[in-house]
């Protein structure tokens, strides 16, 4: 009897598709961030926070991955910045394959920074590279500080991890300190930011490490 891995295969097949999307966002110098995230930890308000303080300045387009609903499509759109929805069905997570598709419909020569917004998981996107070039993970306060323990793999995998809404920690009786610590106990190297959207300065933070990223890809 055979036994064969199917699962190892499809991580194999998406990651080879990743790394030809990242041939073809590098080629463009095109900056490219994952954010992920579980549904209501603010991924959509950060994103549209750092829209509006760097759409003057680059040319941003965005991937903004749901299983139906085409809901924070529309809020990018109305910033004024091209946006491309992926609707994933039953599928719980982008995939390499479904952002090559995108790309093909973003006009990478005009576009400086691509944010991709991954499905609302913090289990599924884990094993999934898109051929971005920053991996961002965003927990908020509301969920509860043992969520980074219960799901360590995409904080372990993490290049850049949010603790979001923080303004409420208080509120819910969660200690920001602790999930913070927790983080850092899974991957030590990671950067770790408390953000609130009623707190300038902790998103102020948040656009500049996207903008560092940029100055960075336009510097190669």
Not at 187 to 205: G, Q, R, Y
Request: glycine fraction near 4%; charge should be negative.
């Amino acid at each position: 009897m055979h036994v064969i891995n199917m699962g190892h295969d499809v991580y194999k097949a998406n990651d080879k598709l990743a790394e030809k999307n990242r041939k073809k966002l590098d080629k463009h110098q095109v900056f490219s961030v994952n954010v992920m995230g579980a549904i209501g930890s603010g991924k959509t308000t950060l994103i549209e926070e750092a829209i509006q303080h760097l759409k003057e300045k680059y040319k941003i387009a965005v991937i903004a991955g749901d299983v139906i609903a085409e809901m924070d499509a529309s809020r990018f759109r109305k910033l004024g910045v091209p946006t491309i929805p992926l609707n994933t069905g039953k599928e719980c997570h982008l995939d390499a394959k479904l952002v090559e598709k995108a790309l093909d419909e973003i006009d990478l020569e005009n576009t400086d920074l691509l944010i991709i917004e991954n499905v609302g998981n913090l289990i599924c996107p884990v094993d999934f590279k898109l051929g971005e070039h920053l991996r961002v993970v965003i927990v908020s306060v509301t969920e509860g500080d043992d969520i980074i323990l219960k799901h360590p793999m995409i904080f372990k995998t993490a290049e850049l991890a949010i603790i979001n809404k923080v303004d409420i920690a208080h509120a819910v009786d969660v200690n920001a300190e602790k999930m913070r610590d927790d983080i850092l106990s899974l991957n030590p190297d990671v950067p770790v930011i408390l953000t609130s959207k009623h707190d300038w300065e902790s998103l102020e933070t948040w656009i500049s490490f996207i903008e560092l990223g940029l100055l960075k890809a336009q510097s190669n």
